[in-house]
C-alpha cells in the first residue's frame, strides 16, 4: 500500500531504517566497542563538593603507579573558557569548584582497574565556600558569588511588544500564576564517550557528539589549537537528546589527556558519571499572566522567566530564550512582554534536551491558559480555536508562518479522545486536558547561519553515496535524506548511502539541533539529487540520441519517455559518463540556507524557515485516595508538512511522548545540599512501556513550500506540550492546580487536600 | 565504564566444602546466588569480597516442592521460577502475584528467592508476601541447620539473624486452608517498573461472617518488613467494614518508621499505608465472600 503524497514513490513510504540492521544486529560500532593498538583508559576524578576553593592537589602518589601514563589537573591545561553562548567553563577544575561532578583532575593509565585505583591516589585539599542552590536565592543581594559576574546572572533580557500593563488592566480575566519545571535528564541508552589520538600536532577524535563541526569549534577553543588540528569522526550514537551536543567536557579531557600520554585513550563515561556531570534540561520558574476578554480572547500576555543555569552556562541561555519568546507564535496575541534571568547556582550545568525550552515555557503558559479558560467558563478547545495562528501570520517576535494547520490539529486531537462527550459527561477524578505548541525546523542560531551542504557521488554501479556531515544519533536523518535522494534522482531507496559523518571528509555542517535535518539538509539533500539527475539525464541523452527533456529516471533506469525499451540503467551511464577521454565522475554538492533571520538584542526575526505546530490531548484519571494519576487516553495530531517515513515519525513521536510523560509524571534530577541523590534508573524513575497510555496519532495534511518535498521539523515537537496536556487534564479531574514537576501523587494528594480544607467538592 | 573489583570465585560442591571455604575467608567472602544485588553492590564497590562462594552446585538447595501440607522453595529458585509454579499458583496464589511483580524479567530470571531473603533489603515484595503466609526458612551452617519464622529473621536495613556462615536453603511455607484467602498490593507511585512505596499482603480466614485469623504484613515503610500484629489483633473476630478499616490503618501506621526517599516522603507514606492496607483486606475479604457465594469449597 502506498501512503506516499501524489507522485512520490519514496518519500512517504516507511522503508527500513538505513542504520536498523546494524544496530540490531550488533554490528554497528559504538564508542565503547572501538579498541585502538596501545589504547588507555581514561578515568575522572570529580568534585564532592558544591563550591570549594581547591587549596592544593597532590597527583605524586598516582603518578608514580606502575601502568599510569598522564595524570592531568587544571594547571596541565591551556586554561582557556569555552562554551557555546556563555564562554566559562574550563576542562578541568582551575582554582575553584562550582558543583558535586565537576572534573578536577584525570588519569590515563593502561586499564580500568590502574584508572579508578590512580584516582583513588589523587589528594586534593579544598577549603569549603558557601553555595547557593536556588536561582533566584542565588540572585538576591548577599548570595555566594560563584563566577565574576554581578548577582550571579549570565544573562538576561526583556522584551515588550505592544502596552502589556494597558492590556492587562483592559481585560476581563487576568491569570497570574508561577509554575517551575525540574531538572529532566536525556536518559540516551549510551552513556557519552571518546577515543582520541594525538599524533603529529593534531588531535583524531571518535566521539559521540550530535554536531560534530560545532564540536570541532569548541574543542579547538578549550584546547587552544585551530580547527584544522582536530578531527571528529562520528561512530555509531545511541541516541542522544540534545545530551551529546558537547556541552561537557568529556572529549575535551580525553584529548588532553591522548596529548599528555602520547597513546590513544578511551573515555567513557559511568552511568553515573553521566548523570551528575551531564548538561540536563534546566528548571525554569515562570511567573505567567494573561489577560483575556469575556469572549475568549487573549489580548496580553506576560511572562518573568527565571532559569537555573547550574554551575556553567551550556545551553540554558539558549533554551530559556526560547522557553521566553516561542510561545507567543501560536497565538494571535500580539501584546507581549518576557523578561529572563538566567542564574547561575552550585549545581550541575543544563544543557540541549529534545524541544530545548519548549516543554519548560508550555509547562507554565498553557496551564496559565488552560486557567483563564476556566476562569472564563469556556470550553479550552473553543478558546485554543479562537486564539490560534493561521498561515500567514507574523508572530509578534517576527516568526513568518508558512504552512500552519494548528486549528485543524487542535479539532483532530480532541476528537480522537472524545473532549466534547467527555466534558458533557465529566465524572470526579477524571480530566480531559489540552495543550498546543509550535517548533522550529532549524534555527538560525550560530552567526547568520541556519544552511546544510552535502556532496553526491553517483558511483559506476549507480550507486549513490551522500557525505553529509549532519551524522546520526539515532534519529533517523540518515533514512530521511537517503529517502529524500531517491526520490529526486529515481533510484531505488537501497541504492542510496551515506559516508560516516567526519569533519576530514564530510562537508562542513551545523549538526543535529532545533529539529533542522529533515527540513534545511533535507533541502541540500534534494538539491544536489536534483543537479546529479540532471548531470545524468544530460550525459545519457548523449547515449541514448535523445533530448534531455525527453529522458526521465525510474527505478534507477534511464529512459526515453514513453518507450521505456531505450533505455540503460543510471550505473552504465555513470560509468561511460566517467571512462571516456576527458570522463569524470558524477559529483555534486548541494548547498540551502533557509529563509529565516539572526536575532538581534530585539530578539525580532523569524527565527526558523518554517514552524510545525501540534495540538495533545489527554484523559486522566486520579485515584483521590493515594493522588496517583493514571494517563488512560492520548491522543497528539501534528502539522509538521509532507510525512517522509511515516514508521519513523510515529517512533519519534512516541518517544517524545515518553520522554514527555517522564517530564510530567516521574522524572528529576534530587538534588539535596548540592549532591545528585538519584544518579542512577532506580532512583531516577523514566516511565516503563507499562506506563504509557494508548496513543492516537494523527499526522493532519499539510505541504510547508519550502521543506523537500512539503516536509518540516519533527524530531522534538511531540515532546513540548506533554506536561502541559497532563497538567491540565489533572486540573480538571481535581479541581486544583499542581505548580511543579514533577506532578507526584504526594503532591496531588495535597492539592485535594488544600481544596477539601476550602470546602470545595469534586 | 565501572569496574568489578577482582575476586576470586568458588563453587563448592558440598556443604562441608562450603563452609571450609566460608571459614578460610571470613569475612572477605560472600554466598553468590543470583548475584543481582550482591553484583551491583561491588561494581559501585560498597563491596570488595575477596571471593564469591556460589551455591549453585550444592545439593537440595533449589526446586519447588510440596510435602505434608508445606510448599518447599528451594533457595536458589528464581523469582521467575516461582511466579510461573503450578503448586504456587494453585496453592498461595497471591505469592506466585507478589514473584511475578518484582522488579523485570532479567531480574526475576537470576533473582533467588533466597538472595532476596538473605539481602534483607526492606523494599522487596517477597518478604512481605511470605510473611503473611507463615513462612519460615531454613538456615544451614557448620553446626547443622535451624528454622527461622520469616517474621524474625530480619533486624535492620540489610541484616538479619543469619549467623557468619550460616546460608539460607529453603523457604517452607505452610499450604494455606482451603477457607484462607491471600492478598498482595503493591503500590506504586511512579512507574509500574519500581519498588513499592508501599506494599501489603494479608491471609484471612473467615468464619461465621467474621475473620476468624488474620495475618497482615506491610513493606518499605522500615528498616524491615512488618509483621503488624496488633492490627491483626484488631481484625479478628471482626467484620472488616470500613469503620474496622479504620482503625486497624491507624494501628499499622504506628508501628512504622518509614524515609524520606524518591518515592515520597515519611508524612506522604504514612497518610496511604491505611489506604493500600484496606485495599489488601478487602481484597482478600472479597475472595473469601466470593468463595461462599459460589458455593466453591470453603
Not at chain 1, 32 to 42: A, F, N, R
Not at chain 1, 274 to 293: E, K, L, N, S, V
Not at chain 2, 123 to 144: C, E, F, N, S, T
Amino acid at each position: 500500500m502506498s501512503t506516499s503524497p501524489a507522485g512520490l514513490r519514496v518519500v512517504g513510504q516507511s522503508v527500513p531504517r538505513a542504520d536498523g540492521a546494524d544496530k540490531v544486529t550488533g554490528r554497528a560500532r559504538y564508542v565503547d566497542d572501538l579498541s585502538l593498538p596501545g589504547m588507555l583508559i581514561g578515568k575522572v576524578l570529580r568534585s564532592p563538593y558544591p563550591h570549594a576553593r581547591i587549596v592544593r592537589i597532590d597527583t605524586s602518589a598516582a603518578r608514580a603507579l606502575p601502568g599510569v601514563h598522564a595524570v592531568l589537573t587544571g594547571e596541565d591545561t591551556p586554561k582557556v573558557p569555552w562554551g557555546f553562548f556563555v564562554p566559562d567553563q574550563y576542562p578541568l577544575s582551575v582554582g575553584k569548584v562550582r558543583y558535586v561532578g565537576e572534573e578536577v583532575a584525570a588519569i590515563a593509565a593502561r586499564d580500568d582497574e590502574t584508572a579508578a585505583r590512580a584516582v583513588g591516589m589523587i589528594e586534593v585539599s579544598y577549603e569549603e565556600l558557601p553555595a547557593v542552590f536556588d536561582q533566584e536565592e542565588a540572585m538576591a543581594e548577599g548570595a555566594p558569588s560563584i563566577h565574576d559576574v554581578t548577582n550571579n546572572v549570565a544573562m538576561h533580557f526583556k522584551i515588550e511588544r505592544g502596552d502589556v500593563e494597558a492590556a492587562l488592566a483592559a481585560a476581563d480575566v487576568v491569570v497570574d500564576e508561577t509554575f517551575e519545571g525540574m531538572l529532566q535528564w536525556q536518559t540516551p541508552m549510551e552513556p557519552t564517550g571518546c577515543l582520541a589520538v594525538y599524533e603529529a600536532g593534531k588531535f583524531t577524535l571518535w566521539a559521540n557528539v550530535s554536531g560534530l563541526f560545532r564540536a570541532r569549534m569548541q574543542l579547538a577553543r578549550a584546547l587552544a589549537v585551530d580547527p584544522g588540528q582536530v578531527r571528529i569522526i562520528q561512530p555509531a550514537v545511541g541516541g542522544g537528546f540534545g545530551g551529546k551536543s558537547m556541552d561537557d567536557n568529556n572529549a575535551v579531557i580525553c584529548a588532553l589527556l591522548a596529548r599528555a600520554a602520547r597513546r590513544p585513550v578511551k573515555l567513557v563515561n559511568t552511568r553515573e558519571e553521566d548523570f551528575i556531570g551531564g548538561r540536563p534540561r534546566p528548571t525554569i520558574r515562570i511567573r505567567a499572566r494573561m489577560g483575556f476578554t469575556r469572549d475568549g480572547t487573549m489580548i496580553g500576555k506576560d511572562i518573568r522567566l527565571v532559569a537555573d543555569n547550574g554551575a556553567y552556562s551550556g545551553k540554558a541561555p539558549a533554551a530559556a530564550g526560547v522557553a521566553a519568546l516561542r510561545h507567543d507564535t501560536l497565538y494571535l496575541n500580539d501584546t507581549v512582554r518576557s523578561e529572563l534571568y538566567v542564574a547561575y547556582t552550585n549545581k550541575v550545568p543544563t544543557g540541549a534536551f529534545r524541544g530545548f525550552g519548549n516543554p519548560s515555557g508550555e509547562w507554565a503558559v498553557e496551564q496559565a491558559f488552560d486557567i483563564g479558560c476556566a476562569k472564563l467558563g469556556l470550553d479550552p478547545r473553543e478558546v485554543a480555536l479562537k486564539n490560534a495562528v493561521g498561515p500567514g501570520r507574523v508572530s509578534p517576535h517576527g516568526n513568518r508562518i508558512g504552512s500552519c494547520e494548528l486549528r485543524e490539529c487542535i479539532r483532530r486531537a480532541t476528537d480522537r479522545i472524545g473532549w466534547t462527550e467527555g466534558r458533557a459527561a465529566k465524572r470526579p477524578y477524571h480530566g480531559l486536558g489540552l495543550a498546543l505548541s509550535a517548533h522550529v525546523s532549524g534555527k538560525r542560531h550560530f552567526y547568520d547561519y541556519d544552511g546544510s551542504s552535502v556532496i553526491l557521488q553517483v558511483n559506476q554501479d549507480g550507486r549513490v553515496v551522500i557525505l553529509s556531515g549532519e551524522g546520526e544519533v539515532g534519529q533517523g536523518a540518515t533514512t530521511v535524506m537517503a529517502q529524500i535522494a531517491a526520490e529526486e534522482l529515481g533510484v531505488p531507496y537501497e541504492h542510496v548511502s551515506h559516508m560516516q559523518a567526519d569533519t576530514e571528509s564530510t562537508p562542513f555542517v551545523l549538526g543535529a539541533f532545533a529539529s533542522r535535518l529533515t527540513y534545511v539538509a533535507g533541502n541540500a539533500v534534494r538539491q544536489a539529487a536534483a543537479k546529479a539527475r540532471a548531470e545524468i539525464l544530460l550525459s545519457a541523452s548523449e547515449f541514448l540520441e535523445a533530448h534531455p527533456a525527453d529522458l526521465e529516471i525510474q527505478d534507477g533506469r534511464v529512459q526515453v519517455k514513453g518507450v521505456p525499451q531505450r533505455a540503460m540503467t543510471v550505473g552504465e551511464v555513470a560509468s561511460r559518463h566517467n571512462f571516456r577521454k576527458g570522463g569524470q565522475p558524477i559529483v555534486v554538492t548541494g548547498t540551502w540556507d533557509s529563509d529565516s533571520e539572526s536575532h538581534g538584542t530585539d530578539r525580532y526575526g523569524s527565527e526558523s524557515g518554517a514552524f510545525s505546530f501540534c495540538a495533545h490531548a489527554v484523559e486522566v484519571q486520579v485515584d483521590p485516595d493515594t493522588g496517583k494519576v493514571t494517563v488512560l487516553n492520548y491522543a497528539m495530531a501534528t502539522d509538521c508538512g509532507t510525512i517522509v517515513n511515516p514508521v519513523l515519525a510515529e517512533s519519534q513521536e512516541e518517544g517524545g511522548l515518553i520522554q514527555g510523560i517522564g517530564y510530567a509524571l516521574t522524572e528529576g534530577l534530587l538534588i539535596q545540599d548540592g549532591q545528585l541523590v538519584n544518579p542512577n534508573f532506580s532512583d531516577y524513575k523514566i516511565p516503563c512501556i507499562a506506563d504509557i497510555p494508548p496513543l492516537h496519532q494523527e499526522f493532519v495534511p499539510s505541504y510547508e513550500p519550502t521543506g523537500p518535498f512539503g516536509a518540516k521539523g519533527l524530531g522534538e515537537i511531540s515532546m513540548d506540550p506533554v506536561a502541559a496536556a497532563i497538567g491540565n487534564a489533572v486540573a480538571d479531574a481535581i479541581g486544583a492546580r499542581i505548580h511543579t514537576l514533577p506532578i507526584t501523587p504526594e503532591k496531588v494528594l495535597a492539592a485535594i487536600d488544600r481544596r477539601e480544607r476550602r470546602g470545595e467538592r469534586r | 565504564v565501572s569496574v568489578l573489583p577482582r575476586f576470586e570465585l568458588h563453587e563448592p560442591e558440598t556443604f562441608d566444602e562450603l563452609f571450609a571455604l566460608a571459614w578460610r575467608y571470613g569475612e572477605d567472602a560472600r554466598y553468590l546466588a543470583g548475584g543481582t544485588a550482591l553484583v551491583l553492590l561491588m561494581r559501585s564497590q560498597l563491596l570488595q569480597p575477596a571471593a564469591l562462594l556460589a551455591l549453585h552446585r550444592l545439593p537440595g538447595i533449589g526446586g519447588i516442592t510440596r510435602d505434608s501440607g508445606r510448599l518447599r522453595l528451594g533457595a536458589l529458585a528464581t523469582h521467575d521460577d516461582l511466579a510461573r509454579s503450578p503448586l504456587l499458583r494453585q496453592h498461595a496464589p497471591a505469592l506466585a502475584e507478589a514473584f511475578r511483580h518484582v522488579a523485570t524479567p532479567r531480574i526475576r530470571h537470576m533473582g533467588t528467592v533466597g538472595g532476596n531473603l538473605a539481602h534483607a533489603d526492606p523494599h522487596q515484595d517477597p518478604p512481605v508476601a511470605l510473611i503473611a503466609l507463615g513462612a519460615a526458612v531454613v538456615a544451614r551452617g557448620p553446626k547443622g541447620e535451624r528454622r527461622i519464622p520469616l517474621d524474625e529473621l530480619f533486624t535492620g536495613y540489610y541484616e538479619t539473624v543469619l549467623a557468619p556462615r550460616e546460608v539460607l536453603t529453603a523457604v517452607e511455607v505452610p499450604v494455606p486452608a482451603p477457607d484462607v484467602r491471600t492478598a498482595f498490593v503493591k503500590f506504586l507511585s511512579r512507574s509500574a517498573d519500581d519498588y513499592a512505596t508501599v506494599n501489603v499482603a494479608v491471609a484471612l480466614r473467615e468464619s461465621g461472617g467474621q475473620v476468624a485469623e488474620a495475618r497482615l504484613a506491610v513493606g518499605c515503610m522500615g528498616p524491615t518488613p512488618i509483621r503488624a500484629r496488633d492490627a491483626e489483633t484488631l481484625l479478628v473476630g471482626q467484620v472488616p467494614d470500613d469503620a474496622r478499616l479504620r482503625v486497624v490503618g491507624e494501628a499499622v501506621v504506628t508501628m512504622t518508621d518509614p524515609v524520606l526517599d524518591s518515592r515520597g516522603s515519611p508524612d506522604y507514606k504514612r497518610r496511604i499505608t491505611p489506604v493500600i492496607v484496606a485495599r489488601a483486606i478487602r481484597q482478600a475479604w472479597d475472595g473469601v465472600s466470593r468463595a461462599r457465594r459460589d458455593g466453591a469449597p470453603t
